[in-house]
């Protein structure tokens, strides 16, 4: 086996398809394959991380030789933990897949190996700081899809823009949770008003609920008080 080029992702050593392939004497294919036909045996965020997109080009950028490792115009990459590279191990079952996960996990797979109690209390430092950014930035990356669906659930209105689902509405305002039956309730009392006061009901598409109606702000000023 041929030295590894060392790649961690989150902190955590991983190997790419080629890498493992390389290491235990098989083919890419076989490795895609084992994947391919046991995906319910393996794990995202446990046996392997899949990159796309932004993370992709994050983790290419941080690599000195892209080429030795990706190609650095794949549009997506599987990186292997020590626990997908042992469950590889074990789907290939030969004796070279065996004595080669022995040897990754007592060296590529254990970085502090043979460091002075300086060396580990820094790496433990490193990689505390690298576990912080990678919090901070999946945090980021939450609050952002978060406001990207209030912002679709708020805007379930009709083309005049004045027109509101009840759940749209309470989304608006920023009240999450609304019941069912709550939402029933205040349905009926829009309704009622709008046919008392001569507003127009409209009427929406909601992934949950079907067909349901939409009101004027104006009345739903009213109810939700």
Known sequence: MNELTVLEHNNIRVLTTEQLAEAYGCKVIHIQQNFKNNRERFVEGKHYFKLEGA???????????IESVVG???PSLILWTKQGAARHSKMLGTDRAGDVFDELEESYFNPTK?????EFLLYSAQCLVEQSRAIKAANVRLDKV???????????MTIDQNHYTIIGYANLMGIRGVSREITASLGRKASAMSRK???????EYDAEYGMVNTYHVDVLQEVFK
């Open 146 to 156: 978060d406001e990207r669906l209030l912002d679709v659930e708020s805007k379930q």
């Open 55 to 65: 993370d992709l080009k994050a983790f290419k950028d941080s690599l000195e030789n």
């Open 72 to 74: 650095s115009r794949a």
């Open 114 to 118: 043979g460091m002075t109690p300086e």
């Open 197 to 203: 006061q001569g507003y127009h009901i409209g009427k």
